[in-house]
């Protein structure tokens, strides 16, 4: 009688748990996947990315409501899944609701903002797109940023299936001039003079936004385009001043070791303030 490799795995492991004088649990011996073939996603699994149409990611997002995190997890998780990806069953398997903790900051803590949040989980299980995830993760913070957010223009306001009546619920867009939820918000709120109670569609249409701006720069990436040499995608100058000094390998005189990218004088105001 000849068997195969996953039978003489499961004789082995079958024999070694009855020898121990333990009951044998049911997982497989293949990573990822259960007994009955089943992916589950474990630290350090890579799946493949292939290009998304930006609009429609954009207009999933801003329909999917949870939190912004979970707007842009879930939209971008779901259209992969939908796709021509060699991985595309593999992101159906993963559930998006996990990404409903970063609304407004992280449970409402103001802190990172859920759809940078969203772009960093999204980006650490994808395969490396010609060795440009950690660029595009850049470039997707410094646009943050430092761009006026967000989108209004008609057609994008037509794209997402939105109208031109809650666009005065938006009041304005603004620039964030950081990666926090509370600074995003508050220049939000002093450009339009509306309260973060009256935030929501203002929200939803950021989390459309940063879906569509997202995928773009994955497309980009995916055709080969050099992301990190964009110079949209590196610290402003302000920012590489500081590095100057506050290095992470090496300081000047006594000054603290940092390691970040984002934006130093939106809170520190310099040494000689």
């Known amino acids: 009688m000849t068997i195969n490799r996953r039978q003489a795995l499961t004789r082995i492991i079958g024999i070694s748990t009855a020898a121990a004088g333990v009951s044998l649990v049911g997982t497989s011996a ?17 799946l493949k990315y ?4 930006p609009m429609a ?8 409501g949870g939190g912004c995190m979970h707007q842009v997890f879930h939209s971008l998780v779901t259209m992969l899944g939908n796709s021509s990806s060699a991985d595309a069953a593999k992101f159906k398997t993963i559930p998006t609701a996990l990404a409903g903790f970063g609304f407004a900051g992280v449970v409402g803590q103001g802190t990172i903002c859920g759809n940078l949040n969203a ?6 299980i994808l395969d490396d797109i010609n060795k440009q995830n950690s660029a595009v ?4 913070f410094r646009y943050y ?51 973060f109670s009256q ?36 610290p402003s100058s302000d920012a590489q001043s500081c590095q100057s000094c506050h290095g992470v390998s090496d300081t000047m005189s ?18 000689f303030n």
């Open 30 to 46: 293949f990573a990822a996947t259960d007994d009955q073939g089943n992916f589950h996603l474990e630290l350090g699994d890579k």
């Open 50 to 53: 292939v290009p998304l149409d």
């Open 57 to 64: 990611t954009a207009k999933l997002a801003y329909e999917t």
């Open 119 to 124: 772009a960093g989980m999204l980006i650490n």
């Open 137 to 140: 993760i850049g470039a997707a």
């Open 145 to 195: 940023e430092n761009t006026e957010l967000p989108f209004s223009s008609p057609e994008f306001v037509s794209g997402i299936g939105s109208t031109d009546e809650k666009t005065a619920l938006v009041g304005s867009s603004s620039t964030a001039n950081s990666i926090l939820c509370h600074s995003s918000i508050s220049n939000w709120s002093k450009a339009s003079g509306k309260t």
């Open 199 to 234: 935030k929501g569609e203002r929200c939803y249409r950021l989390s459309a936004s940063i879906a569509f701006h997202l995928v773009e720069l994955l497309n980009r990436a995916y055709h080969g385009e050099d992301i990190a040499a964009l110079p949209e995608s590196k």
């Open 254 to 271: 006594s000054a603290a070791s940092v390691k970040t990218d984002m934006e130093c004088t939106t809170c520190h105001t310099g040494h």
